[in-house]
C-alpha cells in the first residue's frame, strides 16, 4: 500500500501551517471553551445585541476529519451571522489522526449542547441549524441524528454542502475529476478516521442509514456541485432522507468545485493552490449558493 496515502509526516506539516493560521488575533468570532464528552474544546462564538434568540447556528468546518479548524471560517461564519442575525457557534472538533472516530461526532454533538445552554438564551432554549461543509457535513448530519434519538435540544433544520456521506468508498470507486479532492487525500482521510476500519458504520458513511433510523430528520437544504468527485454520495443520501419523507431541497451548481462557498469567503485564509481556483465565476456560485440557503431558512425555518 506504499505510496497510497500521506506519510505522518506530510500531515503534521501540512497541520502546523493551519495551526498557525489558526493562532491569528484577528477573528471576528470569540473564543469560548467548550465542555465536550471526553475533555474540553473550543469554539467561535457571534453574538451582537439585537439577534434573535429563538434560533442557534452551529457550523462545522470541513477539512476530511483531519484538517482545519474553526477560525478558517471565521469571514464566513461573521457573512452568515450578518445575514441571519442569530447568534453561530463555529465548532472547534478535535482531528484525526490523533482523535479517531466517534470522538469529532461527538465534538459537533456536545457544540449543540453548548449553544442552547449559552448564558444569552436565558430559560428559553433555541432551536438548532447545524451547517456543515464536506466532512463537516457529515459530522453535522451524525450529530443531527444523536439529537433526534438522545432528545436533549431540538434541530430545526440541517444545511448540508458538498457533504462527504461515503466514507468507505476508496478513491478508485469515485469518478475522477479535475481539480476536485486528490484520491490520495480522500483516500487518507478515510484511512485516518477510525481505529477498527469500519467504515460502513452509518454514522461514519450515512448513505448506509435505513429508512427506519433517519424518519423524524428535519429538513435538510442539500448543496451539490457538479465537478465535485463527492457529489454521489451526497446525491444519494439526499435522496434517501427524501424517500423516508424528509423535505430535501435539492441545489446543484454543475459548474462549481468542491469547498466552492468557503474558499471564496475566507479567501484570504486559504492555500496559494486554493486561492488560483477562486475565480470571478466560482464567486458569483459562492454568493448566489449563500443567497439560497439563507432564503430558505428564512421560508422553511427562521
Not at 147 to 159: F, G
Not at 214 to 234: A, E, I, V
Amino acid at each position: 500500500m506504499a505510496g497510497t496515502y500521506l506519510s505522518e509526516k506530510q500531515i503534521q506539516k501540512e497541520k502546523a501551517i493551519m495551526q498557525k493560521r489558526a493562532m491569528r488575533s484577528n477573528l471576528y468570532g470569540t473564543r469560548v471553551a467548550i465542555k465536550a464528552k471526553e475533555g474540553e474544546i473550543s469554539g467561535l462564538w457571534y453574538y451582537q445585541e439585537g439577534d434573535r434568540l429563538d434560533f442557534v447556528l452551529v457550523e462545522v468546518h470541513g477539512g476530511g476529519f483531519m484538517y482545519n479548524s474553526a477560525a478558517d471560517d471565521d469571514n464566513l461564519c461573521r457573512e452568515i451571522h450578518e445575514r441571519l442575525k442569530i447568534p453561530v457557534l463555529a465548532c472547534d472538533y478535535r482531528l484525526t489522526p490523533e482523535y479517531k472516530y466517534p470522538t469529532g461526532l461527538e465534538d459537533v454533538y456536545a457544540c449543540g449542547n453548548y449553544a442552547t445552554q449559552h448564558p444569552v438564551f436565558g430559560k428559553e432554549k433555541p432551536k438548532v441549524i447545524f451547517w456543515g461543509h464536506s466532512a463537516g457535513a457529515n459530522l453535522a448530519a451524525g450529530a443531527v441524528y444523536l439529537a433526534k434519538e438522545r432528545k436533549e435540544y431540538k434541530v430545526a433544520c440541517q444545511i448540508l454542502d458538498y457533504p462527504y456521506m461515503d466514507a468507505y468508498k476508496t478513491s478508485r470507486e469515485r469518478k475522477r475529476i479535475r481539480s476536485s479532492v486528490s484520491g490520495k487525500l480522500m483516500d487518507t482521510f478515510a484511512h485516518q478516521y477510525t481505529a477498527d476500519g469500519d467504515l460502513k458504520k452509518p454514522l461514519i458513511s450515512p448513505v448506509l442509514m435505513t429508512e427506519e433510523s433517519l424518519s423524524g430528520m428535519p429538513d435538510t437544504f442539500l448543496l451539490l456541485c457538479g465537478r465535485d468527485n463527492l457529489n454521489q454520495g451526497g446525491k444519494d443520501y439526499g435522496k434517501l432522507l427524501k424517500k423516508t419523507g424528509v423535505k430535501v431541497n435539492f441545489y446543484y451548481v454543475r459548474d462549481a468545485l468542491h469547498g466552492f462557498i468557503e474558499n471564496y469567503y475566507n479567501y484570504p485564509y486559504v492555500p496559494l493552490l486554493t486561492k488560483l481556483t477562486v475565480t470571478k465565476e466560482q464567486g458569483r456560485f459562492a454568493k448566489e449558493a449563500l443567497s439560497a440557503i439563507a432564503d430558505w431558512l428564512f421560508l422553511r425555518c427562521l
